[in-house]
């Protein structure tokens, strides 16, 4: 077995909805990539880990081809890729082992503006446009609703103004790309958001334990996020309603203030954003010295 071959792969969005918070993740689990020229592979300076950057739609792909370890995509492309395989007669290589807190979208029907839209049976016999045939036949099939799936690879949104289709079923985010187009949302397909796969196949000692150390570090970045670290005074007396005004807080840490026998210093993690009322709250409880800091690493 040469070097190549313990270093993990992880498939990552070339450019798109998913390739900023996917690198932001990356960063903040500790790696540090070098780019190199063509642009299509990243290196892992500090983790035996090289991340490829390839279209979205390929990612199921190449874990399942075992070309890379791991992947970071979106739901709706795993759902329609499952969809697919099975349609072959073939079993899924990938398993999704994290649901990560970005990327959420849904795969929406969108009709142009004027167009009237009175339920699924308005789709009977129209041409419906999509990168995502097999998510829209079976969402079809379970109402009963025969149409003309048109199947593109991409730019789907010009489709109706083309004359190629009557509307379309796409991905929305911000839903931007619909208002550029005039497209009207009527109905949701699927709800989704970014995973993070992994290849079933078992993996090399070493090559499996960076993986369970990505997974560890993933989770300490996604609890960190809403995460903070509150200190305040308050007199012992006033702990129980402090303790409950505390969002989302385990177990403080209480400490006593050398020469103020009736009062102690809090130290909490809050699970959750801490806004102004709450402060406010714990300061009508006795609260004082307030102070609130983000927390940058968690690790239980
Ligand atoms: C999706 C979709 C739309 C866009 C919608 O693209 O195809 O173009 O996002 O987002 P908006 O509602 O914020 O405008 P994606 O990034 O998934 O890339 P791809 O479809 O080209 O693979
Ligand atoms: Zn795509």
């Given at each position: 077995m040469d070097e190549g071959d313990l270093r993990l792969k992880l498939a990552v969005q070339k450019s798109g909805r998913l390739t900023d918070p996917s690198l932001?993740?990356?960063?903040?689990c500790g790696l540090k990539l070098s780019r190199g020229k063509d642009q299509l592979m990243g290196y892992g300076e500090n983790m035996p880990l090289d991340v490829l950057f390839v279209r979205d739609d390929d990612?199921?792909?190449?874990?399942?081809?075992?070309v890379c370890d791991l992947g970071l995509v979106g739901m709706n492309v795993i759902e329609e890729k499952r969809l697919e395989l099975a349609a072959r007669g073939h079993r899924a290589r990938f398993e999704v082992v994290r649901t990560l807190d970005f990327g959420r979208c849904r795969l929406s029907l969108a009709v142009p503006e004027g167009t009237s839209?009175?339920?699924?049976?308005?789709?009977r016999g129209k041409r419906i446009a999509t990168t995502y045939p097999y998510l829209l036949e079976k969402f079809l099939r379970e109402r009963d609703v025969q149409a003309e799936i048109v199947t593109l690879s991409g730019a789907v949104e010009?489709?109706?103004?083309?004359?190629?289709?009557?509307?379309i079923c796409d991905l929305v985010s911000t839903g931007s790309t619909l208002q550029a187009n005039h497209l009207r949302e009527v109905e949701t397909v699927l709800e989704s958001h970014a995973v993070l796969i992994r290849t079933?196949?078992?993996?090399?000692?070493?090559?499996d334990e960076w993986v369970q150390r990505l997974l560890m570090r993933i989770?300490?970045?996604q609890q960190v996020r809403e995460s903070k670290y509150i200190m305040l005074h308050a007199p012992r007396a006033a702990l129980p309603e402090i303790r409950r005004l505390l969002p989302g807080s385990e177990s403080p840490t209480?400490?006593?203030?050398?020469?103020?026998?009736?009062?102690?210093?809090?130290?909490?993690?809050?699970?959750?954003?801490?806004?102004?009322?709450?402060?406010e709250s714990l300061k009508k409880a006795g609260a004082s010295a307030m102070l609130v800091l983000p927390v940058e690493k968690m690790l239980a």
């Open positions: 932001d993740l990356l960063t903040r990612i199921p792909d190449l874990v399942q081809e075992d839209y009175e339920g699924p049976s308005s789709l010009i489709a109706p103004r083309l004359g190629r289709a009557d509307l079933p196949v078992e993996l090399p000692p070493q090559k989770e300490g970045v209480i400490i006593p203030l050398e020469g103020f026998p009736d009062k102690v210093a809090v130290h909490a993690v809050c699970r959750e954003n801490v806004f102004w009322e709450t402060l």
